[in-house]
């Protein structure tokens, strides 16, 4: 397994990914995006801006992680990768020159939540959803290095 940066080449894969992920995890989220217009957002508002790590078993992307100015915008695993290490590893390589991040969670997914609390992150300020695409309640959280 290796953690790269990612390439314009990696847009189709990381929306696969997002894609598949999601559905695993949060099937009670409204779907609002073809899997084309997930694919040309990452491509265009994502890759080119965000700091974008991909972790690749052989050739194949099973894993990315976004960041961008303190945001954690992004954290997808393949979902025959959960459980193995690999989430912990992109957050490991995101943040090791980063002095904090925040990201927003959904409420109901509480694997995520509770990887985050496990990875030094604590839950903020709950949010009733106006903020979010979805509409669905979420919670901030952050975490902050220990020096
Ligand atoms: C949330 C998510 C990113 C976590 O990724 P992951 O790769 O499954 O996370 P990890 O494997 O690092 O950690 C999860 C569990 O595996 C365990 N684990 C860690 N290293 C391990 C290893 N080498 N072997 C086996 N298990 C391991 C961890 O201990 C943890 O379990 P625990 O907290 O009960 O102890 C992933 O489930 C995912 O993509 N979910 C869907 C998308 C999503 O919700 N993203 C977040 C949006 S904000």
Redesign the pocket.
Known sequence: MIIDPASAADAEAIAQIQLA??R???PWLPVLHAPDAVRRYFETMVLPVEKVLVAREDMRAV?FIAVRHGWLNH???APD?????????LLDAARADESHLQ?R?FQR?A??R??YL?NGFREREPGDGRDNEEKVPDVRMDWVRVT
Do not use: K, P, Q
């Open positions: 992920a999601r695993c995890a949060m894993g954290l997808y695993i990768h959960w459980g193995t290490g690999l989430g912990t590893r990201l969670v997914n694997r995520a509770h990887f496990r």
